[in-house]
T-cell receptor, first 117, second 111 residues
Framework: GAVVSQHPSRVICKSGTSVKIECRSL??????MFWYRQFPKKSLMLMAT?????????EQGVEKDKFLINHASLTLSTLTVTSAHPEDSSFYIC?????????????FGPGTRLTVL | DAKTTQPTSMDCAEGRAANLPCNHS???????VYWYRQIHSQGPQYIIH???NNETNEMASLIITEDRKSSTLILPHATLRDTAVYYC????????????FGSGTKLNVKP
């Protein structure tokens, strides 16, 4: 089946630094990818829609200057958490759409655990 | 997208059927019902989806009531590996494929 990968799987950084997370669709092209954030024991919260070749669209309340998204190719989207602070510590998950089984199925990556010290 | 309501948690004995309910009383005619699950510290995994007919695949069955205001996901023979949080999501097919997750049901499969 389709696979979406994320790199790194875990990252620990100091407060004030920026962290880049990659999301790749390994065996299919994805014009649209999505980024989610998940706090412990909470559900996934949609942050933004990453569009290949155009600007990302952000959900209400998500700071676009804080969470920079770049969808440079049909298989890669990156999320950069700028000037990270401890409250940005979370589980970040991406997903990508692929036409499968006759409908647009959304495949999720394994997630990236970010810890900001 | 329509709001969904699911029980916070459920227990199921290994080998038995797990029936997970979901209420979506405000669902509209063009919205599908999707089920995903998330095993601890992993990304969500697609299970099944449907519009108004009951659906079955190798993982589960989806029963949607005639008025479409609720549905039930059935895992016919639950195993310990089915312990996860199960999310019921309703989404319009043309909603740019966005998914908004509710709180889900934590299914605990016990030996």
């Amino acid at each position: 089946g389709a696979v979406v990968s994320q790199h790194p799987s875990r990252v620990i950084c100091k407060s004030g630094t920026s962290v880049k997370i990659e999301c790749r669709s390994l065996d299919f092209q994805a014009t649209t990818m999505f980024w989610y954030r998940q706090f412990p024991k909470k559900s996934l919260m949609l942050m933004a829609t990453s569009n290949e070749g155009s600007k990302a669209t952000y959900e209400q309340g998500v700071e676009k200057d804080k969470f920079l998204i770049n969808h440079a190719s049909l298989t890669l989207s990156t999320l950069t958490v700028t000037s990270a602070h401890p409250e940005d510590s979370s589980f970040y998950i991406c997903s990508a759409n692929r036409l499968a089984r006759g409908f647009n199925e959304q495949f999720f990556g394994p997630g990236t655990r970010l810890t900001v010290l | 997208d329509a709001k969904t309501t699911q029980p916070t948690s459920m227990d199921c004995a290994e080998g038995r059927a797990a029936n997970l309910p979901c209420n979506h009383s405000t669902i509209s005619g063009n919205e599908y019902v999707y089920w995903y699950r998330q095993i601890h510290s992993q990304g969500p995994q697609y299970i099944i989806h449907g519009l108004k007919n009951n659906e079955t695949n190798e993982m589960a069955s989806l029963i949607i009531t005639e008025d479409r205001k609720s549905s039930t996901l059935i895992l016919p023979h639950a195993t310990l590996r089915d312990t996860a949080v199960y999310y019921c999501i309703v989404r319009a097919r043309d909603n740019f494929n966005k998914f908004y997750f509710g709180s889900g049901t934590k299914l605990n499969v016990k030996p």
